[in-house]
């Protein structure tokens, strides 16, 4: 769907851009700005990678909608600002010994944005909602980890039969299918997120337009412009309202890095999460108190669509691998900001140790070009047979650009003839959920939780709203149901071990690189705290006058 950016406000002469956008706020008043102050609302100007997708949670899939969506609405648990998980909604929990039942309970002060109370009622409609066939959330199964989940999700027994029970308002219950270690991290997901039924059913999809989205974190939608900007203020409602210190925040729709760093350095924005590849040498000499590289638990990497012929030959997916110079990609493309990738699941996962990895990682390059070769010729191509032909689908930006010309450079060796395409953010990922045909396509992942789980689950079968490549394979199937009811870390840590393994010799997932996070931050901006998820709730943010 086409769609038009909106004007700015208050583009008249005279008015500058930062002061137009910051009146666009002038209801804060009502909602948070301190009586008696004359001074200006503090409103945080977030530059964003892209538009979202959807506002709303169980349609969401991408980390642009989950930086949104965290600061309007919270869950039984959320992060602090280190990334940490804290008690959010929920004011406790505990646990049976065999770890299968958790009751929570809510914080009695917890409300919407609109006065009402929130109840625990008011998650088993939102859990209900998201595991609902007819809901079509791409991101259900992240919670089949609830009793009935799957089964509901897939149309075999109704909704009232999941395990989310309301005790009385102020008590949840939820049941598990097994004890998971990592459930409590999961219900901080954009997926977990507690619904207000009555505006839901007063104004079906339309709920999540500005006029009628009830929210229950400490920011609430004012307005939304498509391609432009999401203005959010503050929730007067939010239990932890009275130290909340912004009264706004702006999220800008800045698919184009080096636009956003031109308005970072003008400015405009206060904070950017990502950098032009070519650019960083400057930022680096100009911007090095506002350059931030940290960690992070991400992999960069190509889906190949496994459902046609050619590439779903093992054979071309491991050929056209191994042929991949990592190490360039991450010193010369990203200028060091990006470490090789040569595994699926990241490192830094305590529970999981050091992952597996592709078994030529340490082969020489030429023979890994040799073995290509030899690959691609018993799949048919090459001397004698045709010529391997390959388009890679991307979003566009300059750093997913610089990346594919140099692997379409790389691939050359072995008389591959690759073309690109490249679209925005939301054309990219709606193309590749509605599971279109096609051949190569960039795609990455971060972290919704510390688990390894959370990464090779991309690769079920069963998981095709999420697995880019539709990859089925039915060993690697069994390894993570497996491990999924597996209770003893040792042995779990092993079955996902051998299903990445797999993952890797089977290449459905071309491993390129794993992240570093890329911050541009004003040293203005207090509160900001690097960590591994990269979140930063604008809860803990103020900025200095």
Request: aromatic fraction near 10%; avoid cysteine.
């Amino acid at each position: 769907m086409n769609r038009t950016p909106g004007r700015h406000v208050g583009a008249s002469r005279g008015i500058s851009r930062r002061t137009a956008l910051s009146l666009a706020l002038s209801g804060l008043a009502a909602s948070g700005a301190r009586a008696g102050d004359s001074s200006p609302p503090m409103i945080w100007h977030r530059g964003e990678l892209g538009d979202p997708g959807s506002l709303d949670p169980h349609k969401a899939t991408t980390l642009i909608e989950s930086n949104i969506l965290d600061e309007l609405f919270e869950g039984l648990v959320t992060y602090d600002a280190r990334g940490a998980i804290i008690p959010g909604a929920a004011a406790s929990w505990s646990a049976d010994p065999a770890g299968t039942t958790y009751n929570f309970k809510l914080r009695p002060e917890a409300k919407w944005s609109n006065g009402d109370r929130l109840t625990s009622g008011d998650f088993v409609f939102a859990f209900r909602r998201l595991m609902a066939p007819s809901t079509g959330a791409p991101y259900a199964n992240i919670l089949y980890t609830l009793k009935n989940a799957a089964r509901i999700n897939k149309g075999e027994l109704p909704v009232e039969d999941l395990g989310a029970r309301a005790v009385d308002e102020a008590t949840l219950e939820i049941t598990l299918e097994y004890a998971t270690p990592y459930f409590i991290g999961q219900l901080a997901h954009m997926t977990a997120k507690p619904l207000h039924r009555k505006s839901i059913e007063a104004f079906g999809s339309d709920f999540v337009r500005p006029a009628h989205m009830v929210t229950n974190g400490p920011f609430m939608l004012k307005q939304f412009i498509p391609n432009d900007r999401i203005i959010l203020t503050k929730n007067p409602s939010h239990y932890d309202a009275a130290r909340v210190a912004l009264d706004g925040e702006i999220f800008y729709a800045l698919e184009d890095r080096g636009a956003a760093l031109r308005r970072f350095m003008a400015g405009e924005i206060q904070s950017y999460n990502d950098v032009p590849a070519e650019q960083i040498g400057f930022v680096r000499g100009h911007l090095a108190e506002a350059f931030k590289v940290t960690p992070n638990l991400g992999s960069y990497y190509y889906a190949f669509d496994t459902r046609g012929k050619t590439f779903g030959d093992r054979r071309v997916r491991q050929a056209l691998s191994m042929v991949i110079d990592r190490e360039f990609l991450a010193e010369r493309i990203w200028s060091g900001t990006m470490d090789p990738g040569y595994s699926f699941v990241p490192p830094g996962i305590e529970s999981y140790g050091p992952p597996a990895t592709v078994s030529w990682k340490d082969m020489d390059l030429y023979e890994r070009e040799d073995e290509a070769k030899k690959l691609l010729a018993e799949a048919g191509f090459g001397p004698g047979g045709p010529r391997l032909e390959v388009e890679i689908r991307f979003n566009n930006s300059e750093n997913h650009r610089a990346t594919a010309v140099a692997i379409a450079d790389m691939w050359k060796v072995l008389g591959v003839e690759t073309r690109l395409l490249a679209t925005d953010a939301r054309t990219h990922y709606a193309f590749l959920r509605e599971k279109r045909p096609f051949e190569v396509a960039r795609s990455g992942w971060f972290a919704d939780y510390p688990d390894a789980q959370n990464f090779l689950f991309l690769g079920e079968s069963g998981n095709m709203a999420l697995n880019a490549a539709s990859f089925t394979n039915k060993t690697y199937d069994r390894l993570m149901q497996e491990a999924q009811a597996e209770s003893s870390p040792e042995r779990r840590r092993t079955l996902l071990h051998e299903a990445e393994t797999i993952l890797l010799e089977e290449q459905p997932y071309l491993v390129l690189l794993i992240y570093r996070s890329r911050n541009l931050v004003s040293p203005k901006l207090r509160g900001w705290e690097e960590n591994v998820l990269d979140n930063h709730p604008g809860r803990y943010v103020s900025i200095a006058r």
